[in-house]
């Protein structure tokens, strides 16, 4: 039942697929990956612009156009209820990306920060300002949080301990850049 999908992620024996294109999907569809088969749709009410799983949750960045709000839900497979937290007002597009790593979910906003967001609480517990790199792309592993930049093609990388950039890494040019995470 899934014409065109936005986004994918694996963790709670289903793949989480974002239902329509980024942005204009509004709910998100569970496939059992142990009988690959269709299990059940959630509907999110909200514009689906991005998607991650970890502790136990899948993570998704949605906007409200009317509210022009961008937050981040915390779904959990069965029927909890789905928890949210507003990232940004003003927005204008919801977060670009989202990924769990380091004991907090990570999420980009349209704004250019970088969000550290406690996945208990549900709290902002650090705002990394980025707008000047444009970061568009996100990652967390060997220990830190990697962007990859739209401004100038390059990676930047951030200590989660510092909770700040410590490098970045240039790629050289539009044909050596960062494209997926």
Not at 31 to 43: A, E, G, L, W
Not at 101 to 124: M, Y
């Amino acid at each position: 039942p899934l014409a065109r999908t936005g986004a994918e992620a694996v963790g709670g024996g289903y793949l989480w697929v974002i239902a329509g294109p980024i942005s204009a999907g509004n709910r998100v569809a569970l496939i059992d990956v142990r009988n690959r088969r269709f299990h059940s749709t959630i509907p999110l009410g909200r514009q689906t612009t991005a998607i991650a799983y970890g502790y136990g949750s899948a993570w998704i960045g949605v906007y409200d156009p009317q509210r022009s709000t961008a937050a981040l839900l915390k779904v959990r497979p069965g029927s909890a209820p789905i928890e949210s937290v507003v990232v940004e007002t003003d927005d204008g597009a919801g977060p670009l990306a989202v990924a769990v790593g380091d004991g907090s979910v990570w999420a980009l906003t349209s704004r250019g920060n970088l969000l550290r967001i406690d996945p208990k609480e549900l709290q902002i517990t650090h705002r990394i300002p980025m707008s000047a790199e444009q970061p568009t792309l996100l990652a967390v592993g060997a220990g830190s949080v990697w962007t990859a930049n739209h401004e100038n093609y390059d990676v930047s990388q951030t200590d989660p301990d510092k909770n700040k950039i410590v490098r970045t890494i240039t790629c050289g040019s539009y044909d050596a850049a960062p494209c997926g995470t």
